[in-house]
């Protein structure tokens, strides 16, 4: 018959806190995925470019689990886009592409018409080319700066550490 692991409630307690990957703090749970998430945010937002109003910029946020989230245009700026005609049904008055069918006339259903103002001028189109968008990689560079800002090798073997 073997003889028992000597010191093998310790080795347990080592892999549970390496799997809840966690470290009590006086307030509650500080995590090493929540650790990662500031990071990656904090990271994201020095690579967004602000526009007018900064409301991609600001959509930038920590999600549920171990996600990152904002707006959807920040797939357009990670990734690009090919040049596009949208035609007028597609588009809003201001001139946006419609999520929704919600930019038709109440009376008659056809498509508004639209409307915009340039340079001081008001413009009639029915449709509007939307010109190509080069690709401006952020995602994965933002990820491994939040795993970079926290250390997580001296992290983990902190954890280690003090779980024995």
Do not use: C
């Not at 959509?59 to 959807?72: D, F």
């Not at 008001?122 to 795993?147: D, H, L, T, Y």
Request: charged share 25%; hydrophobic share 35%.
């Amino acid at each position: 018959m073997s003889e028992p692991l000597i010191g093998a409630n310790a080795l347990r307690r080592r892999f549970r806190a390496i799997g809840s990957v966690t470290v009590p703090n006086g307030k509650g749970r500080n995590s090493f995925v929540s650790n990662w998430q500031k990071g990656t945010v904090a990271a994201a937002k020095t690579r967004i470019p602000r526009g007018p109003t900064g409301d991609t910029q600001r959509s930038i946020r920590a999600g549920r689990g171990a996600t990152v989230v904002g707006k959807y245009t920040i797939n357009f700026i990670d990734a690009g886009s090919v040049a596009h005609v949208e035609p007028r049904s597609n588009l809003t008055p201001t001139g946006r592409v419609s999520r929704r069918k919600r930019n038709r006339s109440l009376k008659t259903g056809q498509p508004l018409v639209l409307k915009f103002n340039k340079g001081g001028h008001i413009m009639f189109r029915k449709k509007v080319n939307k010109p190509s968008i080069a690709a401006r990689p952020f995602k994965k560079w933002a990820g491994e700066q939040g795993v970079r800002k926290i250390h997580w090798v001296s992290f983990m073997t902190g954890l280690w550490n003090r779980a024995a």
